[in-house]
T-cell receptor, first 116, second 114 residues
Framework: GAVVSQHPSRVICKSGTSVKIECRSLDFQATTMFWYRQFPKQSLMLMATSNEGSKATYEQGVEKDKFLINHASLTLSTLTVTSAHPEDSSFYIC????????????FGQGTRLTVV | AQSVTQLDSHVSVSEGTPVLLRCNYSSSYSPSLFWYVQHPNKGLQLLLKYTSAATLVKGINGFEAEFKKSETSFHLTKPSAHMSDAAEYFCVVRINTGGFKTIFGAGTRLFVKA
């Protein structure tokens, strides 16, 4: 089946630094990828939709200058949390929509970010 | 305000009996509705979606859901539960308010007893 891999699975960074999370579709091409965030004991929140070769579309209330998204190829999207603060600590999950299908279907395992 | 409410945090059924996972939404916009499943230690998987076509939507693994606008509901059902159905299920609403917003429900944990 289709596999989406996120890296790293866990990361701890210092406040004020930036951290990059990678989302790769391993055995299919994904024109569109999605980035989600999950706060403790809360449900997932879609942050942005990333389309290969173009700018990401951010959901209302998400700071695009803080959460930089790059989708440079059909198998890789990256999320960079810039100038991280403790309140950015969260679980970040990506999903990838196969180019040959009409709806998002495959999720990564997620990345636990802790900002200290 | 837009919201999604999954009415049960936990549901327990016996194998072979029907499954009903309830979801109600609140939105002044026409929504798209989705159900996702998350098995332990795995990512989310799309079960089915409604986007203004047929109100009864069939998904994978025998699941289906019916969009009832008058009741603002999108309950997920399956005629006969299987042990492999034990997982966390999320109801999701997506609306266009001049910008898209996607709202996940809190999730319902389904337990299936032998």
């Amino acid at each position: 089946g289709a596999v989406v891999s996120q890296h790293p699975s866990r990361v701890i960074c210092k406040s004020g630094t930036s951290v990059k999370i990678e989302c790769r579709s391993l055995d299919f091409q994904a024109t569109t990828m999605f980035w989600y965030r999950q706060f403790p004991k809360q449900s997932l929140m879609l942050m942005a939709t990333s389309n290969e070769g173009s700018k990401a579309t951010y959901e209302q209330g998400v700071e695009k200058d803080k959460f930089l998204i790059n989708h440079a190829s059909l198998t890789l999207s990256t999320l960079t949390v810039t100038s991280a603060h403790p309140e950015d600590s969260s679980f970040y999950i990506c999903s990838a929509r196969p180019t040959t299908q009409g709806y998002e279907a495959f999720f990564g395992q997620g990345t636990r970010l802790t900002v200290v | 305000a837009q919201s999604v409410t999954q009415l049960d945090s936990h549901v327990s059924v016996s194998e072979g009996t029907p499954v009903l996972l309830r979801c109600n939404y609140s939105s002044s916009y026409s929504p798209s509705l989705f159900w996702y499943v998350q098995h332990p230690n795995k990512g989310l998987q799309l079960l089915l979606k409604y986007t203004s076509a047929a109100t009864l939507v069939k998904g994978i693994n025998g699941f289906e859901a019916e969009f009832k606008k008058s009741e603002t509901s999108f309950h997920l059902t399956k005629p006969s539960a299987h042990m492999s159905d034990a997982a966390e299920y999320f109801c999701v609403v997506r609306i266009n308010t001049g910008g898209f917003k996607t709202i996940f429900g809190a999730g319902t944990r389904l337990f299936v007893k032998a």
